[in-house]
């Protein structure tokens, strides 16, 4: 496997693409049944759930619009601190709703303080934040940021985006109190593209069913009766799934503080040696990702000619994103990504800097 340490789409365990090649069988069969049943209680463990995890046949911002279309019916308040959080306000608009920004320059972090001030001065159906802005290597502090929503406005549901951490970082949903996390299947799981995983909780379902105009495609109280059945209204994307059930094993043998604490000491060691190298990451702390390190290109390295060399290693990196492009370079770790990897890529970096 040649290490992409680029946030998205990662590499895929051999294993994990080989089983998207197992023959296809009816989706609505007892077999496959059994498999889509048992994807959904492994990931239940992945999101610290015991509340449904829909398996969508879309990519993460597909259960981006269905959180907007599903829990809102006219105010949301999006939590905006980069290109994804953004694009999910967006998407919110986009679908009819009146979406405040509550926003801060990118590369910094939404606080509790600044969540609590917006929440006060008017009352929001939802809030969306984005728990790994992987446009700015920022961790937003979801526990707590949940915690002052409970607190001040306990009615308002929390939805959360954890595209780029959930598999990668401990997310607890029922714990912190999040009535919808979403995830894509091609980062922290190291899953090929195509795959959506959402969990709702029940007192969101139950508002979803008194939101008009859901749409069809991700109506989630229409999915959450095929659910029931362990089905789904449309086709599964099946070979993803027959590789979810396979990754699902993997990630569980590995074990879910294993894996977080080897994606904490790959952003540890990466944000450190950056800073030794005189180039600081661009989230201050304590919100450094630990999934994707943001580091500001304060050597002016050519990131182009960097990747051209490290291709001939077998290795790439991601650009800044947007704006970012060249102010700021991402190094991502996670998913099949290793300490060693990482030491790999550091020394190659080292030998193309002189
Ligand atoms: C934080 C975040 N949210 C949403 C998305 C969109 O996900 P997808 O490309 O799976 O639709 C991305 C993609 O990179 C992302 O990083």
Redesign the pocket.
């Known amino acids: 496997m040649s290490p992409m340490f680029v946030?998205?789409p990662v590499d895929v365990a051999p294993v994990v693409l080989a089983a998207q090649a197992k023959p296809m069988m009816p989706h609505r069969s007892k077999d496959f049944e059994e498999i889509f049943r048992r994807t959904a209680e492994k990931a239940q463990k992945l999101f610290y759930t015991q509340y449904r995890v829909f398996q969508g046949t879309s990519?993460?911002?597909?259960m981006?619009e269905a959180g907007v279309r599903n829990f809102v019916q006219e105010q949301v308040l999006s939590c905006v601190n980069g290109a994804?959080a953004d694009?999910w306000n967006k998407c919110a608009i986009a679908n009819g709703k009146k979406a405040d920004r509550l926003e801060v320059p990118w590369g910094q972090a939404i606080t509790p303080e600044m969540l609590a001030d917006a929440i006060k001065k008017k009352s929001y159906e939802a809030v969306t934040i984005?728990h790994?802005?992987?446009s700015t290597g920022v961790e937003n502090p979801v526990k707590e940021l949940a915690k002052v929503v409970h607190e001040l406005s306990p009615d308002t549901l929390i939805l959360v985006?954890a595209?780029?951490s959930l598999g990668g970082t401990k997310i607890e949903m029922d714990a912190w109190g999040i009535d919808f996390l979403l995830t894509?299947s091609?980062?922290c799981l190291a899953l090929p593209?195509g795959l959506?995983l959402a969990a709702a909780s029940d007192r969101a379902m139950k508002k979803a069913e008194t939101v008009a105009n859901r749409g069809w495609y991700f109506d989630l109280v229409l999915m959450e009766k095929h659910r029931l059945k362990d089905s789904t209204p449309m086709t599964p994307v099946m070979p993803l799934i027959f590789a979810l059930d396979v990754q699902l094993d993997r990630i569980l043998e590995e074990g879910l503080d294993n894996r977080f604490a080897r994606h904490a000491a790959m952003a540890k060691r990466t944000q450190n040696w950056a800073v030794a190298h005189g180039m600081d990451p661009l989230a201050p702390e304590p919100y450094r990702s630990k999934t994707v390190s943001t580091i500001k290109n304060t050597k002016g390295l050519d990131i182009a000619a960097l990747n051209k060399f490290l291709l001939t290693k077998g290795m790439r990196i991601a650009n800044g994103y947007g704006d970012l492009k060249d102010k700021t370079f991402r190094i991502a770790h996670m998913g099949e990504i290793t300490m060693s990897d990482v030491d790999s890529l550091l020394a190659n970096m080292e030998e193309f800097m002189g």
Do not use: A, C, I, W
């Open positions: 946030p998205g990519s993460g911002s597909g981006q994804f694009r984005v790994n802005e992987t985006d595209v780029s894509s091609q980062k593209p959506s």
